[in-house]
Structures are given as C-alpha cells and as structure tokens.
C-alpha cells in the first residue's frame, strides 16, 4: 500500500515514515500542508496519516480541500487536542479516524491496518430495514428510494447498525466500529453521531435504550413482535 505521512516535526516524521515503511508500506512525505495538499490532488495514497498543526496550510483545511475535490482515501489524523468537540471537527471535516498525541507507535500502525482494512471490506454488502436500503460498496443509502446524503461516518455509524438490526448495540461496540481502539471517553461522539443520524431517518429507526445503547428497527413494523412475546404477561 503506499501512505502519506504529513507531519512538520522532522523527528516525529522520521519516525513515522521508519515505522510505515516497516510496515511494508510505500511512503510518501510532506513537512507542510500546501505540499501535503498538493500531492494528495496529484498523487494515488491507500492511506493519509495527517497532522493538524502544519505551517502554510493546517490539517483540517488540507483535509476539507481533498475532500471537496472527490478524494476518499482514508486519513487519519494527529492532534495534540483531546476535547471531543475537536475530534467532531476533525471527522466533520472528512477524518476517519484520529490519535491524539502523545501516540504509541504500535497504536498508529495498528489503527491504519484497521483503515486500510475497512477500506478494502467496504467492497461488498447491501442491507434493508424497512424504508432504509443500504449499499456499502456504492456507498449509497436510500430511503423510500430517494437517496439520502450522509458524512462518511454517518455512513458507518448506519452500515453497523443495519449489519446488526433488531439488536442492541453499545455505545463503546459502536464506537470500536468507528475507531479502532476507542473507549467509553468517546461515547459522547457517539452520542452526537447517532443524534445527527436520526435526525436524517425515517421517525423512530434509531431506538435508545437507556444505559444499554442503540438499536435500528423497522419504523413502519411497530412494536416488535418478538419482544410482545417475549414479555407476555404471565407468561
Ligand atoms: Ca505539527
């Protein structure tokens, strides 16, 4: 696979590119972010690992221009911020995963073999609940046939909820999903992931069942049949 390294530290960039190449990777650097921008337009990667804080041009904007201009490859980010609001920035402006730093290096690599793994899975499937029909490989959701516009992780927040539909998924099993390694701190970016998301479906797809998690059901199937049985009086 070849990878981008965008950093402007020289050490942490050698290190980076060592660690990568290591790896088994071909790697290509850039120590600011006009140069970063420029190769990511011209260049090929399976992969970005992008720092925000760069001279010329910061992170996010780089990432907002590739974006803007129909390149998906998957980035992962470096930030010295932790704040969950500054990661929602981050993926808003198109990351599919970050790592704060300070980093282990054997935490980086193991987050990108998970990128460059899900962006090769991402080749195959398509699911229906109800009204909701989704196409992982087009990347293409549509509802009552009318396609519905998603971020990325939108996207891959509803790929997992309809690759498991009718059952209760944790915020921390959700948030395993979405980043590799994640933990309970980034429940509440889950959180405000999951609120956006239902805000786009149908009433009542996203069920919440209090300190359990999240649920995708059939809005058109009322309550489920299964669970009035399962809940019987008397029974
Ligand atoms: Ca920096």
């Known amino acids: 696979m070849r990878i981008l390294v965008v950093e402007d530290e020289p050490a942490l960039r050698a290190q980076l590119v060592q660690a990568i190449a290591g790896a088994g990777h071909a790697v290509d650097q850039a120590a600011d972010g006009q140069q970063a921008h420029y190769l990511g337009e011209v260049e090929a990667f399976d992969a970005v690992v992008l720092d925000l804080g760069l001279p010329l041009l910061d992170g996010l904007s780089v990432l907002r221009r590739w974006r ?4 998906n490859m998957p980035v992962l980010i470096l930030t010295a911020r932790s ?3 500054e ?6 402006a198109g990351a599919d995963d970050y790592l704060a730093k300070p980093f282990h ?3 980086l ?3 990108l073999r998970a990128l460059l793994r899900r962006a090769s899975e991402h080749a195959s499937a398509q699911w229906q609940c109800g009204p909701i029909w989704l196409d992982t490989r087009q990347a ?12 990325s992780h939108e996207f891959m927040l509803l790929t997992q909820l309809m690759q498991r539909k009718g059952q209760v998924l944790t915020r921390s099993e959700l948030s395993e999903h979405l980043y590799p390694g994640g933990s309970e701190r980034d429940s509440n970016t889950i959180e405000v992931f999951v609120g956006r998301l ?3 479906l149908p009433a009542g797809s996203i069920e919440t069942l209090r300190g359990l998690g999240y649920r995708l059901v059939d809005p058109d199937a009322g309550p489920a049949a299964d669970e009035r049985q399962a809940f019987k009086p008397g029974s």
């Open 68 to 71: 803007a201009s129909g390149h």
């Open 109 to 111: 690599l193991a987050r």
């Open 198 to 200: 239902r805000k786009k």
């Open 140 to 151: 293409r959701v549509l509802v009552d046939g009318q396609p519905l516009t998603l971020t």
């Open 105 to 107: 290096m054997e935490e």
């Open 83 to 85: 704040s969950w609001q």
């Open 87 to 92: 990661k929602v920035a981050g993926i808003d």
